[in-house]
């Protein structure tokens, strides 16, 4: 799990992306102070890693958050954070398995590339990639590995010593 390298100023906002997600009744917005408990609920139900309610509560804690949300049917179906873990990192990310593959992650994490970019970030941190997502960070997002990062950042983290790269 190694980390990966994002140029926020190569990102495009991508309209028909978030209108054809509209269509389908599925709104990304930035979360608010009174949502975070409903998210931190999203985390726990859809069994992610319970370190990233931790993460959240971080993302939570800047005003304006550093959390977006995809909503359908006034239900949230996946979030994504920046400056959570460290500054100038993305994610945590997470979809709802039944709402996958329907192009939330990638409207996520445009979102939240483009709010760091407005915030002056020139490039950002994608924490321990999922090898299986590492292909859509690279396609839709040029993002490239960077060698020898694992555990990098984390390094300091309880509990790093029973993972593996």
Same mark, same amino acid.
């Given at each position: 799990?190694?980390?990966?390298?994002?140029?926020?100023?190569?990102?495009?906002?991508?309209?028909? *992306?978030?209108? !054809?997600?509209?269509?389908?009744?599925?709104? %990304?917005?930035? &979360? #608010?102070?009174?949502?975070?408990? @409903?998210?931190?609920?999203?985390?726990?139900?859809?069994?992610?890693?319970?370190?990233?309610?931790?993460?959240?509560?971080?993302?939570?804690?800047?005003?304006?958050?550093?959390?977006?949300?995809?909503?359908?049917?006034?239900?949230?179906?996946?979030?994504?954070?920046?400056?959570?873990?460290?500054?100038?990192?993305?994610?945590? *990310?997470?979809? !709802?398995?039944?709402?996958?593959?329907?192009? %939330?992650?990638? &409207? #996520?994490?445009?979102?939240?590339? @483009?709010?760091?970019?407005?915030?002056?970030?020139?490039?950002?941190?994608?924490?321990?990639?999922?090898?299986?997502?590492?292909?859509?960070?690279?396609?839709?997002?040029?993002?490239?590995?960077?060698?020898?990062?694992?555990?990098?950042?984390?390094?300091?983290?309880?509990?790093?010593?029973?993972?593996?790269?």
């Amino acid at each position: 799990m190694a980390d990966m390298l994002v140029k926020l100023y190569d990102v495009q906002e991508k309209r028909e *992306l978030y209108e !054809k997600l509209q269509k389908k009744g599925i709104c %990304i917005k930035r &979360a #608010l102070g009174l949502d975070a408990s @409903l998210v931190y609920r999203f985390i726990e139900e859809n069994e992610f890693s319970a370190r990233w309610v931790d993460e959240c509560r971080v993302a939570f804690s800047f005003q304006p958050s550093t959390c977006y949300i995809a909503v359908k049917e006034s239900r949230i179906i996946g979030f994504c954070c920046y400056d959570a873990a460290f500054r100038d990192f993305l994610g945590p *990310l997470g979809v !709802k398995k039944s709402e996958r593959s329907q192009g %939330i992650g990638e &409207a #996520l994490l445009r979102k939240c590339m @483009l709010s760091m970019r407005e915030s002056g970030y020139g490039y950002a941190m994608i924490g321990w990639a999922d090898p299986k997502a590492a292909p859509m960070y690279e396609k839709r997002f040029g993002a490239v590995r960077i060698p020898g990062s694992f555990p990098g950042i984390y390094s300091n983290m309880v509990g790093i010593e029973e993972m593996e790269e």
